[in-house]
């Protein structure tokens, strides 16, 4: 149970903290990935898809989370309640295995963002020469970028929970400023692949954005997710701070495997 001391977020917190988790990269690419195709549906309809999905999902997100909020408790112990003392262990290491697969998902995709914004800086970091093998799965340029974000994200399991807060503030203010920005520019200054440094500027922000939304998707949904359920798994040997940086070493590998030939 969360103790008295530790109960620092106030409403505004969680209306931040869901504000900022739903605008982000892979909300996009989930209305990307069913215009046209298969699907043959328009950017509205897929708009609208996402809009009634998103919805939906929120009625129950909130209803499992109120058990929480009354109580006080987190996902490993209101589990028992529908699983039993050790049919819990089934859901909690299945949620905790998922957070370190799509924490390394989301890294990969945050990485994108590093590599744009590494390229507004050194426009020639584009055509940086591959050294990796067709089998790896990627080029050297996309996997530093996965690096360099994977590496500096670990800085964020270090704060504790209840910390964490500001960082979704600042997340629900800028992002979605960015995001606005971003839609301006890609419909009316961008115009050919040879910007000027004023565009490569703006460019970079927004890329750092985008990289803050990703960076707070990553650690609401994957590191305090893979913190709270291996510490339930092994109460004696991990606490919070120790799951979540397990998943965040875990995360690398996963992502690295679906990048080589064998596994994609």
């Not at 530790?6 to 990269?25: E, F, K």
């Not at 291996?230 to 965040?248: E, F, H, M, V």
Request: proline letters at 4%; glycine letters at 10%.
């Amino acid at each position: 149970m969360i103790e008295p001391s530790r109960r620092c977020w106030g409403i505004w917190n969680y209306v931040a903290l869901w504000l900022s988790d739903s605008i982000n990269i892979g909300t996009w690419m989930d209305i990307s990935a069913i215009i046209g195709g298969d699907s043959g549906m328009s950017w509205w309809e897929a708009w609208l898809c996402i809009w009634i999905g998103y919805t939906i999902i929120a009625v129950f997100i909130c209803i499992s989370g109120k058990t929480g909020a009354i109580y006080n408790i987190s996902f490993p112990v209101i589990g028992r309640a529908s699983f039993g003392i050790f049919g819990s262990f089934w859901p909690v290491l299945n949620r905790g295995v998922m957070a370190c697969v799509w924490y390394g998902v989301q890294a990969w995709i945050d990485g994108q963002c590093v590599v744009i914004c590494i390229r507004a800086i050194i426009p020639l970091y584009y055509y940086i020469r591959n050294t990796h093998p067709i089998s790896f799965g990627t080029n050297t340029r996309d996997f530093i970028g996965f690096m360099i974000f994977w590496s500096l994200s670990n800085i964020g399991p270090w704060f504790p929970i209840q910390k964490m807060r500001h960082l979704f503030t600042v997340k629900a203010i800028i992002v979605p400023i960015a995001g606005i920005l971003f839609f301006i520019w890609v419909v009316v200054a961008a115009k050919d692949n040879t910007p000027p440094s004023g565009t490569r500027v703006g460019v970079f922000c927004i890329s750092l954005s985008f990289c803050l939304a990703q960076l707070g998707v990553n650690i609401a949904a994957n590191s305090i997710s893979a913190g709270c359920d291996l510490t339930a798994i092994c109460p004696k040997d991990l606490n919070i701070r120790r799951s979540a940086y397990t998943g965040w070493a875990v995360s690398k590998g996963t992502k690295t495997l679906s990048h080589s030939k064998g596994h994609r």
